[in-house]
């Protein structure tokens, strides 16, 4: 059982370290964004659910398969372009984790499970296992994306975003959420769209 979940984990980094975009460590070195990206969403799920199953383990690491294949501005600048990409994403980076389950002996009820999380199917009706998943996804964001993304927008966008993205997480995300250090001008950010 371990065999195959090693086996897919390892499928799933071996495409993320084709990613042409590079992050630069705290130390200099420089690996594949996507690489990175999923360390991070791994990190936050030991923090949401250290006995998370295999499944969400596989969807939290694939939760953005090649998704740099399909760059933002292949779908107009607009907010319905903007939604119109991300459900494009989510079916996408879905059906690729899912067939390496396929390929690694899960069977076809965790090959569909893997799809759905990944699609975060269920989520507004309270799906515990969708719920952790969009939680470490927000998580991420406001530990690794949010001080480069409150650089290139202004506040009232960034209070929105800020305040969208914490209705999205559990109690239990927004426990962890205020765990995070932050800048002082993040933190400020966080404080006030909260505050609101």
Request: glycine share 4%; aromatic share 8%.
């Given at each position: 059982?371990?065999?195959?979940?090693?086996?897919?984990?390892?499928?799933?980094?071996?495409?993320?370290?084709?990613?042409?975009?590079?992050?630069?460590?705290?130390?200099?070195?420089?690996?594949?964004?996507?690489?990175?990206?999923?360390?991070?969403?791994?990190?936050?799920?030991?923090?949401?659910?250290?006995d998370a199953?295999?499944?969400?383990?596989?969807?939290?690491?694939?939760?953005?398969?090649?998704?740099?294949?399909?760059?933002?501005?292949?779908?107009?600048?607009?907010?319905?372009?903007?939604?119109?990409?991300?459900?494009?994403?989510?079916?996408?980076?879905?059906?690729?984790?899912?067939?390496?389950?396929?390929?690694?002996?899960?069977?076809?009820?965790?090959?569909?499970?893997?799809?759905?999380?990944?699609?975060?199917?269920?989520?507004?009706?309270?799906?515990?296992?969708?719920?952790?998943?969009?939680?470490?996804?927000?998580?991420?964001?406001?530990?690794?994306?949010?001080?480069?993304?409150?650089?290139?927008?202004?506040?009232?966008?960034?209070?929105?975003?800020?305040?969208?993205?914490?209705?999205?997480?559990?109690?239990?995300?927004?426990?962890l959420a205020?765990?995070i250090a932050?800048?002082?001008?993040?933190?400020?950010?966080?404080?006030?769209?909260?505050?609101?």
């Open positions: 059982m371990a065999d195959r979940y090693e086996k897919a984990r390892a499928k799933i980094y071996a495409a993320h370290d084709e990613d042409p975009t590079k992050h630069t460590t705290s130390d200099g070195t420089q690996v594949p964004y996507e690489t990175h990206y999923a360390q991070q969403m791994e990190k936050y799920l030991g923090k949401r659910d250290a199953s295999e499944v969400l383990k596989l969807a939290v690491c694939g939760q953005h398969f090649r998704r740099w294949e399909v760059p933002r501005d292949s779908y107009p600048m607009t907010k319905i372009g903007y939604h119109s990409w991300r459900t494009f994403l989510k079916k996408r980076q879905g059906q690729q984790v899912s067939t390496i389950l396929q390929e690694c002996s899960y069977s076809s009820d965790d090959v569909a499970r893997c799809l759905a999380l990944i699609q975060k199917e269920g989520l507004k009706q309270g799906e515990e296992e969708v719920q952790v998943l969009e939680d470490v996804a927000c998580l991420v964001f406001l530990d690794d994306q949010f001080e480069q993304f409150k650089d290139k927008h202004d506040e009232e966008k960034i209070l929105t975003i800020l305040r969208k993205t914490w209705i999205k997480m559990s109690k239990e995300g927004q426990e205020l765990k932050m800048t002082g001008d993040c933190e400020l950010l966080v404080q006030k769209a909260l505050a609101a």
